[in-house]
């Protein structure tokens, strides 16, 4: 297996607030390869979009960023100093946020703002940076890209707006892009449109993608493999595929359970009976316990440790009794 | 664009006659007539003389034909006669409103733009040392009172300094021309637009720190760092450009208090603009002026505020004109 595009070594993320100290995410590891789609899958508040942040290291304050590595093609971005971390932003590891309608400058035109993209990391002349952005535009498919390029974003549908955010994004092919939620806030035709979109540029470039969403529809029809984070914590990471066949994490099995069948609509991760601890203070075991159908007094101790588990992992003490699972072949690089 | 302009014509006009209409109604509240107050100035007030004054001045009239004939002749720009001052008062505000348009003007860009740096150094170290200090140095123009600040300019730098003049717009015995008039009347002008400004400077500041910060938090800012722009693009081309927007607005709507603002400084340092006219008029009780200017002054209100507004949407390309 070649180097991981991207990986996370035991990545820590807490916000030190008046309440005291929020442990948003902790001890958290996982990786991308080239042209991977990776999803990261959780309730609202487990820590996804706060970890996508901390991949360009744009985690707002009071947030502080703790752990082994970020590694980015090979580089810790957790040990470089800012002003090399910007010029990798936007340029090796790029972004894709949720709300298409606020996530544009009012005042600049669409082209100015995929220009400055490219203008902020490569020395090339505004008229060459013209007609990238233009060409940019175009391979987003946004029709009459010529006209567009001139407009204000509000002129735009959301649709349209997401579409101009990914061009920005792809303006420089990234190594890794990071897309949060990239379809939450638009209709259902439209965000088809956007996934395809997004596989589509990723196959052509061999961009390694991290896709976040609440949307399990949205993780077996475009992802290569699932992160399932559970109040800040990863609790399994599976093959796509073997994942939805077998989930063994209760959390993840009561996800599938709840999701709605085809044709039922979009999934929202809001089924499972309970709510999850409060991040100020967590309990000292498992922190889907309380939760959880299957628990027993062992899972109140400590916190499970990641196990192998399928060409994956799973950070429950009962995965085991309740599924047996094949022999560890490989234990996953975490 | 055609229907703005119309939709701002419309308004100019109602804003015009309202003021027309609450000056007309001013006259008529204050006691005793034009033809009083003249055969007061006379020495002569016999009832002869009054009721042969009061045709000429069609005070006779009913009172809806002296409306609509008092109304012609401000929409003619015939503000009436001062006789305290021996002249039409259209003639005297002409002869005032550059110096006080000038008195504004320059405040008016000292507070903006200096507010508007301090604002925008304040917001980027939000916190640090240069923010408190920015932020103190605010509160305490804010808080002092204006004719304060001006007395002690004044007793600074013109008494005890002896650097600018104490008063006045212009060397009068020294009959400068061309640009070292011009000069000699911004030595003059720095004083009051300083203490005119200050106030405003300090409103700015706030203003400018606090809407910057606001937008530094917005979605838009979290995008232009994801592509790697650097610090100083994104606080002028991404964050001030949209911060400007709500001092654009808060500047239209402080205007009139500016004019106001104006009297009192104008008043402080001999300046001979509107406002030490308006002040002279109220103390001769010069109705006829008093009014000619106030209805000038909200005429300039108005078409200031067209001019903000037409800045405004050139700054935001959301508001088009319709
Ligand atoms: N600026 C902040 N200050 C304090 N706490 C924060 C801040 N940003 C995020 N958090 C906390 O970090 C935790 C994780 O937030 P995050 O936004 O990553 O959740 P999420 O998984 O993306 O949720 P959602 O699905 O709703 O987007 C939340 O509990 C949140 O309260
Ligand atoms: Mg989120």
Aim: hydrophobic share 50%; with cysteine.
């Amino acid at each position: 297996m070649s180097d991981p595009v991207l990986a996370v070594e035991r990545l820590n993320i807490s916000f030190h607030t008046r309440r005291g100290v929020l442990r948003a995410v902790r001890d958290l590891s996982f990786h991308v390869e080239r042209g991977e789609t990776l999803a990261i899958v959780g309730e609202s508040g487990c820590g996804k979009s706060i970890t996508a942040l901390s991949l360009l290291g744009l985690v707002p304050e009071p947030g502080r960023v703790e752990g082994d590595a970020v590694r980015l093609e090979g580089r810790n971005l957790l040990a470089l100093p800012e002003a090399k971390l910007r010029r990798l932003r936007g340029a090796r590891i790029a972004m894709i946020f949720q709300e298409p309608m606020t996530a544009l400058n009012p005042v600049l035109t669409v082209g100015e703002q995929i220009m400055e993209a490219i203008l902020e990391h490569e020395k090339v002349s505004r008229a060459a940076a013209r007609d990238r952005a233009l060409a940019l535009l175009e391979r987003v498919r946004i029709p009459d890209a010529k006209r567009r390029f001139s407009d204000y974003p509000h002129r735009l549908s959301g649709g349209m707006r997401q579409r101009v955010v990914i061009a920005m994004a792809l303006a420089l092919s990234p190594a890794v892009l990071v897309a949060d939620e990239p379809t939450t806030a638009l209709d259902v035709t439209i965000q088809a449109q956007i996934l395809e979109l997004i596989d589509e540029l990723k196959r052509e470039n061999g961009t390694a993608v991290v896709l976040i969403t609440h949307d399990l529809g949205v993780v077996a029809e475009h992802s290569d493999r699932v992160l399932v984070m559970y109040a800040g914590r990863k609790v399994e990471a599976r093959a796509t595929a073997d994942l939805f066949a077998r989930p063994l994490h209760p959390y993840t099995r009561g996800l599938i359970a709840a999701r709605p069948q085809p044709g039922g609509g979009r999934a929202r991760l809001a089924e499972i009976p309970g709510t999850v601890p409060s991040l100020f203070a967590m309990p000292a075991g498992c922190a889907f316990a309380p939760r959880c159908a299957v628990a027993e007094p062992a899972c109140g101790v400590a916190v499970p440790p990641l196990m192998p588990a399928e060409d994956g992992a799973v950070a429950c003490i009962r995965a085991g009794e309740i599924h047996v699972p094949e022999p560890a072949r490989e234990a996953l690089r975490a | 664009m055609a229907r703005y302009l119309r939709r701002t014509i419309a308004q100019i006009a109602f804003v015009i006659i309202g003021i027309a209409i609450i000056n007309f109604f001013l006259l008529r509240l204050a006691p005793g007539d034009a033809a009083q107050v003249m055969a007061g100035e006379a020495g002569s007030a016999t009832p002869e003389y009054m009721a042969a004054l009061r045709k000429q001045f069609g005070l006779d009239q009913p009172l809806y034909v002296q409306f609509f004939s008092y109304l012609k002749n401000v929409l003619t720009l015939n503000l009436g006669y001062s006789f305290r001052q021996g002249m039409p008062v259209s003639d005297l505000i002409l002869q005032r409103l550059p110096a006080t348009l000038l008195l504004m003007g320059t405040s008016i860009a000292f507070a903006v733009s200096i507010g508007g740096m301090l604002g925008l150094l304040a917001a980027r170290q939000a916190g640090k040392l240069a923010d408190t200090l920015i932020s103190a140095l605010a509160l305490l123009f804010y808080a002092t009172p204006v004719f304060w600040i001006g007395v002690m300019l004044v007793v600074v730098f013109s008494v005890l300094l002896d650097w600018l003049p104490v008063g006045g717009m212009a060397s009068v015995e020294a009959g400068l021309t061309g640009l070292a008039y011009a000069a000699d009347v911004g030595r003059h002008l720095i004083l009051p637009a300083t203490t005119l400004g200050l106030f405003y400077l300090a409103i700015y500041t706030r203003l400018m720190r606090a809407s910057m910060l606001e937008v530094y938090g917005q979605d838009f800012v979290r995008t232009a760092r994801a592509k790697g722009v650097r610090p100083r693009r994104i606080a002028v081309r991404h964050v001030l450009r949209n911060a400007l927007l709500p001092i654009v607005t808060t500047l239209g709507v402080q205007l009139g208090s500016i004019l106001g603002g104006a009297i009192l400084v104008e008043t402080v340092f001999a300046w001979p603009g509107l406002g030490r006219l308006a002040f002279e008029a109220l103390f001769q009780r010069d109705l006829n002026l008093l009014l000619g200017i106030l209805f000038c002054s909200s005429v300039v209100v108005v078409l200031v505020n067209l001019a903000v507004d037409l800045a405004y949407t050139a700054l935001d390309p959301r508001i088009e004109l319709s």
